[in-house]
């Protein structure tokens, strides 16, 4: 099974890097997560047609279940995720993806962003977004064990999802 984390905070090496990949090997503990933290590419989000940004978009469309990760910028998620997003075809551009919205933010205020505002742009470009929103305190995620439930709780039903999508494509 193919996994990949797509993080789309601005700074580098970031607390959602961090929690996007504690979430991905607690949905999938038996595979090693491809991460593509998109600060990485820089300006290249912006033109169409980069070889490195082309790459990562059919290494994302190719996976199985995709972690998609952003801290919670003005109640939504990041611009930099946006432009990656915008590289794909709509409708059709993660079929066959398992997708996961995972946000984080400094309170409980912006909790169903998630499931509000990102999950409906993942469904728009064809990924299978039937799992829950996971939106994460950005200072105790790594302690207060948030992720553990939810990954104990949608594991088998994340697994059960990418293989009859395996089976589609």
């Known amino acids: 099974m193919t ?13 959602t ?22 600060v990485s590419f820089g300006a290249s989000l912006l033109s169409w047609g980069d070889p490195e940004v082309a790459a990562a978009v059919r290494a994302v469309a190719d996976s199985e279940v995709v972690v998609f990760a952003s801290p919670t910028f003005k109640a939504t998620y990041t611009g930099l995720l946006k432009l990656f997003l915008e590289q794909f075809e709509g ?17 409980p205020a912006h909790a169903l962003a998630p499931d509000l505002l ?11 977004a039937a799992l829950p929103g996971l939106y994460l305190s ?7 064990g948030a992720i553990e439930r939810y990954t104990e709780r949608w594991r088998p039903v994340a697994a059960a999802l990418a293989s009859k999508a395996a089976d589609h494509a």
């Open 17 to 38: 890097l961090t929690a996007a990949r504690l979430v991905a090997a607690g949905l999938r503990p038996d595979v090693e997560p491809e991460v593509i933290d998109l």
């Open 91 to 107: 409708g059709t551009g993660l079929a066959d993806v398992v997708a996961v919205p995972l946000m984080l933010g400094a309170g």
């Open 118 to 128: 990102l999950k409906p742009v993942l469904v728009e470009l064809g990924a299978t």
């Open 3 to 15: 996994v990949t984390v797509v993080v789309g905070n601005p700074k580098p090496a970031s607390r």
């Open 138 to 144: 950005d200072s105790t995620f790594s302690e207060d």
